[in-house]
């Protein structure tokens, strides 16, 4: 950074370190810090990304800043105790889905039998490309009986890594091979009884190597814009918690870079 730049770090550093912004308040505006401290947005912006990186400050939304608050904390508390198992008897088993009552007994409460529902592992992916879209399928679901849109994805098979399914599944579906795939979480979709882990894969860029070859998954195919999703989310036309859980981050990881890129 540059002398100016340089100048206005140190600025807001002070600015944190003697309390003129406590823990968890907001930093002015781009603008205003442009005008308060005599430097150009983009130059700004480079210093504001720093701090970011330092954990100084946190990025909120496209163009807001505060300062974090360690007062807050995740940390998980060491006195909560896991529910006991006393046993398990399976009601109905069949290559799809498993239904069984668990004999269980939470903290301080009776026992009581309770209904797990186990279905597969499942990979699913958001595959962008260099004009900020997303590959994804128009589909039909006769379960909700809607249509909507979905990110590929499918069952993980015995064993077969995740990541392979997510790049197998990605290629059968659309006919694009992803030029490659990161791993960003793995969640539960009903966490209160349905046992189905589900892995989210993002990853920039793929290849067409021809049609899809699984017709029964591909549906219509299309590159649709990032921008479009959250239209797209509140109309309702997102399918599948695995898609809504992927595109959120992808949204999140880019609305926390949208400072440092954004025009001014």
């Known amino acids: 950074m540059g002398p100016k730049s340089e100048r206005v770090y140190r600025t807001i550093r002070e600015w944190i370190a003697t309390g003129q912004y406590p823990p ?13 401290l005599a430097i150009g947005r983009t130059a700004l912006r480079q210093v504001l990304a720093k701090l ?40 109905y088993d069949n290559r799809w889905v498993k239904l069984s009552l668990v004999d269980v007994e939470p903290p301080g409460v009776d026992r009581f039998e309770h209904h797990v529902v186990k279905l597969h592992h499942v990979a699913i992916a958001a595959v962008i490309d260099d004009q900020d879209r997303v590959l994804m399928m128009w589909r039909y679901r006769f379960v909700p009986d809607s249509f909507g849109w979905e990110l590929p994805g499918g ?18 579906e659309t006919g694009w091979r992803p ?83 954004d025009a001014v």
């Open 155 to 172: 069952i993980v098979d015995e064993g077969e890594d995740s990541l392979e399914t997510a790049l197998r599944e990605v290629e059968e």
């Open 52 to 91: 970011v990186a330092e954990s100084a400050i946190e990025v909120h939304g496209r163009s807001s800043y505060r300062v974090p608050d360690r007062s807050v904390t995740t940390q998980a508390p060491a006195n909560v105790e896991p529910w006991q198992i006393h046993g398990e008897r399976t009601l």
């Open 179 to 261: 030029d490659s795939l990161e791993h960003v979480v793995t969640y539960q979709p009903m966490v209160g009884m349905v046992d189905s882990p589900h892995d989210i894969f993002v990853g920039k860029g793929a290849k067409l190597v021809g049609e899809p070859s699984d017709l029964e998954e591909a549906g219509h195919i299309a590159w649709v814009p990032l921008a479009d999703i959250p239209g797209l989310m509140a109309r309702g036309e997102l399918m599948g918690s695995g898609t809504l859980v992927a595109l959120l981050h992808v949204l999140s990881a880019r609305g926390a870079k949208a400072p440092l890129t």
């Open 24 to 36: 968890g308040s907001k930093l002015p505006s781009e603008r205003t810090l442009s005008e308060e």
